[in-house]
């Protein structure tokens, strides 16, 4: 299609050019025609990439702001469309590898709140076996078998009393008395 630009003499211009000219030059209504014809085929494009519309619609969008930042660099149609499915095409590439980025983050804190306890929750339980270690330390020497052997050990009071020669009643009096003073020194701190 050619038009004649007016106030100029019978110089015949592509319409894409005129356009192209009135957009150059900072003409919103260039911009909009412009935007109308390329923005539903970078929309389109971006789509393809991201399968994600509302990012296709921001990619495209923007798009035509950075090129009309750029304005006065485009002295023809075709630079301009190339330049705007250049910007296209790599904004939704970094736009995919953010969002994985972002869904790997999501599935490992995810894995993290699911299959391991937080580090935190791993901290304080080491303070507490830590401390209940020092404070099992500080049981006389029996007790501290006998405690020993029920709870890191695992074993039974009769189990316990056999392997150190004494009574069910003893056992359980050393237990009784070791857990209590366990109570006292480190349970109340938590």
């Known amino acids: 299609m050619k038009i004649i630009h007016s106030g100029q003499s019978a110089r015949t211009?592509?319409?894409?050019s005129y356009m192209l000219e009135g957009f150059r030059s900072g003409s919103q209504q260039s911009f909009s025609v412009i935007f109308k014809q390329l923005y539903p085929v970078l929309y389109y494009y971006g789509l393809q990439i991201t399968q994600n519309q509302a990012a296709s619609q921001?990619?495209?969008g923007e798009a035509f702001i950075k090129v009309w930042e750029r304005r006065q660099m485009f002295r023809q149609f075709s630079v301009l469309k190339s330049y705007l499915y250049t910007i296209v095409k790599n904004d939704?590439?970094?736009w995919l590898?953010?969002?994985?980025?972002?869904?790997?983050?999501e599935n490992?804190?995810?894995?993290?709140?699911n299959?391991?306890?937080p580090v935190w929750e791993s901290l304080v339980k080491t303070e507490?076996?830590?401390e209940l270690q020092a404070a099992i330390g500080r049981l006389p020497p029996q007790r501290q078998k006998v405690i020993r052997m029920l709870y890191h050990d695992g074993k039974s009071v009769k189990q316990v009393a056999g392997e150190l020669q004494v009574s069910l009643?003893?056992?359980k009096l050393h237990k009784k008395a070791g857990l209590q003073f366990l109570k006292k020194n480190v349970a109340a701190r938590y």
């Open 97 to 105: 590898k953010n969002e994985n980025r972002r869904r790997q983050s």
């Open 13 to 16: 211009y592509d319409i894409k």
């Open 92 to 94: 939704s590439i970094n």
């Open 115 to 117: 299959d391991e306890p």
């Open 58 to 60: 921001d990619i495209a």
């Open 108 to 113: 490992i804190g995810a894995a993290m709140q």
């Open 169 to 171: 009643t003893a056992i």
């Open 128 to 130: 507490i076996v830590a």
